[in-house]
């Protein structure tokens, strides 16, 4: 009778796991990143009540008989199926998309997560909400990726000095048309901002285009030349007036074909003197003119890009997919501030859960694999202004709670039963 009962409370004990962990499951049904628990059974040991016997001539075999001891819960793993992606336009916030595990601090050891509900404290370090672990990952300094994980500081406020323009780039079209023009006169102009001194007041460059002189074609000639159109380019520093200021300057000519196109003149020359300015350098500008042509339209020949910006302030800052993160400046430049890189292990259900959404490293789970996120397509990717949320799905826990009640009932009539006949046996010898 007592193996029955014993029998009959391992089924009770076993499905209390079962209500406990679906119960779990449940609460947790709006917890960002929480991965659900699965619960498996294994049966006992059996007690053999007659052994097996191999067949002989005659008789034939036996087969054992065995009676077993209840059931035992076998494992309590995580489910890593992905949860559904929420945008939240906050720019801290973080999920991955695939396989990987957050890496974040909590000042002992390296934790790992899937919750990117992220959040800035008071010095810019990006920090999980709630708890304050520290999100680790490669913070740059300048251009340069440090090679060793540190915690993830974004510096609001960063000022990034201005830079003086070192190459500019134009395009568009000089008119084939315009009068060849004396030494004093200008057939084009253009002009864009090239410095910005201590208090960002603006250093501009003029460019001026004239036209030089008009080449008919000489096919008789030794050797016979094609037509060509010359023009003369000046560059100069002005101020927001106008008026030229003495820093230097350059000049240069172009040759158009034909057809239109630049035959000669491609590149040139500018000479910054800059060294007077507070915090300014000397040096040069290269000019490229690849992009401009001389076709019989109107000229808008002007600089299309160049490489000088003045100061500016960190403000924001965006995720790419591959765990960058750019700051935005108010000069309108971004600059790399960090990397974030996902942790993966070769049997994540073998992790040890610590609570607060988090990980730790067992001795099963395997040391993680720390790679850039989007590692030759393995590694997930990394989304920004977007959680991961619970994976947890609410009608197959319902299914879990009357499994697991249904289980509990059954073994408790179990115990009932055995009492009974307990009782019963007990009453005999009156």
Known sequence: MLRSLYTAVSGVLAHQTYLDVTGH?????????????????????????RNEAGPVSPPGGVNPAQVGLGVRTASISPNFVQGALQMTEIPTDMAIQGEGFFIVSDGKQNLY????????????????QGNGYMVQGYQYNGTELAGALSSVNIPIGDVMPAKATTNAMFRSNLDSRSPVAAEDIVSHKDMFTVYYDEQNK?????VEFRKAYERPADPTG?????????????????????????????????????????????????TANFGSIPGGAN???????????????NSTARMYDHDGYRSGSLTGWSTSDYGLISGMYTNGQTRPVAEIPLATFRNPQGLTQVGKTCFAVSA????????????????????????????????????????????????SRAVTTSDRILEVTLGLKR
């Open 202 to 206: 603006p250093i501009h460059m003029a």
């Open 283 to 297: 040096g040069s500008i290269a000019m490229d003119f690849n992009g401009l042509t001389g076709f019989a339209s």
């Open 222 to 270: 030794d050797p016979p030349t094609d037509f060509e159109i010359g023009w003369s380019w000046r560059a100069y520093f002005v101020d927001s007036t106008g008026a030229v200021l003495p820093y230097g300057g350059g000049e240069g000519e172009l040759t158009f074909g034909p057809n239109g196109n630049l035959t000669s003149g491609n590149s040139g020359s500018v």
């Open 364 to 411: 099963n789970s395997g040391q993680p694999n720390i790679r850039a996120a989007g590692w030759e397509g393995v590694v997930g990717l990394i989304k920004g202004r977007t959680i991961e949320m619970s994976n947890v799905d609410l009608s197959e826990e319902f299914v879990n709670l009357i499994r697991s009640q249904r289980g509990l009932q059954a073994n």
């Open 113 to 128: 997560t899937r919750a990117g509900n992220f959040a800035l404290d008071r010095d810019g370090n990006l920090v999980m």
């Open 25 to 49: 499951n449940v609460s947790n049904v709006n917890t960002v990143g929480f991965k659900r628990d699965v619960v498996q059974f294994a049966d006992m040991l059996y007690q053999t009540k």
